[in-house]
């Protein structure tokens, strides 16, 4: 296993348009995260997947946002409407739920500009 | 909510150094994690530490949940080690990272 992959890497966009980001998670993790990251600041949580159910959304997930984890593998995060505050990094994570906290794996990221 | 102040917020040291990171939390340390932002990006999980002292190789970590913080030690240090250090709080299944550490070892 290659770890947590996301793709793209880096996207640029201009104001207004849609964008969607792909998370393949560790293949034997059954849980996914999505938090983003803007520039000095560490990362905010933004949702999470246990499986294919979503169990926890962020307030920082507006209407514009959203998530999918369709057969409880990959996963994807949508942005509609872009705005220049979404430019940041959008970090996935997975891990292996057995009861704690830890073993997460996170992603490379991907990286959000909008102009 | 709660809080996770780290300190200090910028350290750099010449390789070979040691240093020594710290975490507090302003309520209940919580499944505590240490993680390391090289400068590309990738987050690396260093430790789960929810209490105690773990080592591994050069860097090793002290909890003291009864005191609400933690302690993170850089022995050694090299250039590879640069980067931005977290900690983390969980609340449920959400981490709580703090602002972070930026090291920076020179050569």
């Known amino acids: 296993d290659t770890g947590v992959s996301q793709n793209p890497r880096h996207k640029i966009t201009k104001r207004g348009q849609n964008v969607t980001f792909r998370c393949d998670p560790i293949?034997?993790?059954?849980?996914l995260y999505w938090y983003r990251q803007t520039l000095g600041q560490g990362p905010e949580f933004l949702t999470y997947?246990?499986?294919?159910?979503?169990?926890?959304k962020s307030r920082l997930l507006s209407d514009r946002f959203s998530a999918e984890r369709p057969k409880g593998s990959f996963s994807t995060l949508e942005i509609q409407r872009t705005e220049q505050g979404d430019s940041a990094m959008y970090l996935c994570?997975?891990?292996?739920?057995?009861?704690?906290?830890?073993?997460?794996?996170f992603g490379s990221g991907t990286r959000l500009t909008v102009v | 909510g709660i809080q996770v102040e780290q300190s200090p917020p910028d350290l750099i040291l010449q390789e070979g150094a040691n240093s020594t990171l710290r975490c507090n939390f302003s309520?209940?340390?919580?499944?505590l994690q240490w993680f390391h932002q090289n400068p590309w990006g990738q987050l690396i999980n260093l430790f789960y530490?929810?209490?105690g002292t773990k080592q591994n190789g050069r860097l090793s970590a002290t909890t003291v949940a009864t005191e609400r913080y933690s302690l993170l030690y850089i022995s050694s240090s090299q250039t590879t080690d640069s980067g931005v250090y977290f900690c983390?709080?969980?609340?449920?299944?959400?981490?709580?990272f703090g602002e972070g550490t930026q090291l920076t070892v020179n050569p």
């Open positions: 994570a997975s891990s292996l739920f057995t009861g704690g906290a830890g073993g997460y794996t």
């Open positions: 293949s034997e993790h059954n849980r």
């Open positions: 997947f246990q499986n294919e159910a979503q169990l926890e």
């Open positions: 309520d209940s340390v919580n499944n």
């Open positions: 530490i929810p209490s």
């Open positions: 983390t709080r969980a609340s449920g299944s959400r981490l709580t």
